[in-house]
Every structure is written in structure tokens, then in C-alpha cells.
């Protein structure tokens, strides 16, 4: 069964540093990779999608990146801004087709001004 | 820019009524999910669709059902109310999801 996990849980940074966040999923065979944002009390963001034959995506100041054979994704964050404290969770799929994604239970970050 | 709408953002209900939620897409999507979220247990899936008129189970079905009678609109329905049913309840749609903005659920 597909476990997805975020470490760390909780994040509290500095405004203007750079970050990662990290998600490991146990079967490696998946097929596309989402990062969503999540502001409490809110629904979700897609933030990036990586489809199987990528390998990173990005956007703005956000870049994902995704190594299937070791079961890891990292998003990284340049110069972050208290505007993007929120959770970030990260979800899997494994077959073109079912679109069930499994999500992690988040990371919580908090950028300090 | 391309929408997931859910037609409550706060609902109170009593223990054992019939409670609806909705969902509706403008994007002409197959695809569509409801999930709950409570704390510590992450986003479960309950039930999905892939068409009109079709529906499969998630991971947490039992105490909801679902309906779907035209592409846009997806709705759950929880038959009778309980108080562990007291969660955030999430709808997506497409390929790469697009979620709504989620309805808080309490049952009292």
C-alpha cells in the first residue's frame, strides 16, 4: 500500500531564506506527483504537477523536483515571504487513468517577517 | 480561470438528518472526488467519479453516498448525520486536481 510522508512536519524560517520541503512515497512505481498549498481553513492549491516523464517542474519561485527510483520529491522555495506561510502537501497517483491521489499529511511552514 | 465550487463554506447539522453537499465544475471534467480531512489523519477519499451516472468507492464510504446526474455536479450525501461525520469536506475535479474551497462540516 502507497504511504506518502512529509518531514518535516512543522517549519519555521527567517524571511528571504531558501527551503526545502521534502516528500518520500514507499512504491516508486506512480505516475504523476502534485504539490498543493493549503491556507487554514481553506481548500487547496495546485501549486505544481509533475507528470511521469518529468522531472521537475516549475513556477515562479517554486521548483519541484521528483526522483521516482528513490521515492522523493523536494519543493523548493526561493527567497520566501511571510505570504507563503501555509501547509504544503504533496500527493501521488499510480495509474494514468485513476487519478486517486494519495496525500501526505503536510508540512507547516511559517516565514517569519 | 477554470473553478471548483461548493455551494456551503460552514454547515451545522443535527444528529441523524439527510445532508447534501455540492459540488460544480466548469471544466468539463470526467473526473471528480470527495475527500474529508481531520487532523492527524491526513485527506481520505470517499467516493469518485470518472462519468455521468457512474460512481466508485473510496477508502471511507460507509455513512455516505453519492450522485451523479449531470457531468458538472457531483454531490454527497451523508443519509444520516453522525457525529464523527464533523470534518472538512473537500471536492475535486480533472486529471491534476482542482479543488474547492471546502465546506466545514459539524454535526451536533
Known sequence: KQEVTQIPAALSVPEGENLVLNCSFTDSAIYNLQWFRQDPGKGLTSLLLIQSSQREQTSGRLNASLDKSSGRSTLYIAASQPGDSATYLCAVVKFPGTYKYIFGTGTRLKVLA | ???????????????????????????????????????????????????????????IPEGYSVSREKKERFSLILESASTNQTSMYLCASGDGYTFGSGTRLTVV
Request: proline residues 2%; contains cysteine.
Open chain 2, 1 to 59: 480561470d477554470v473553478k471548483v465550487t461548493q455551494s456551503s463554506r460552514y454547515l451545522v447539522k443535527r444528529t441523524g438528518e439527510k445532508v447534501f453537499l455540492e459540488c460544480v465544475q466548469d471544466m468539463d471534467h470526467e473526473n471528480m472526488f470527495w475527500y474529508r480531512q481531520d487532523p492527524g489523519l491526513g485527506l481520505r477519499l470517499i467516493y469518485f467519479s470518472y462519468d455521468v451516472k457512474m460512481k466508485e468507492k473510496g477508502d
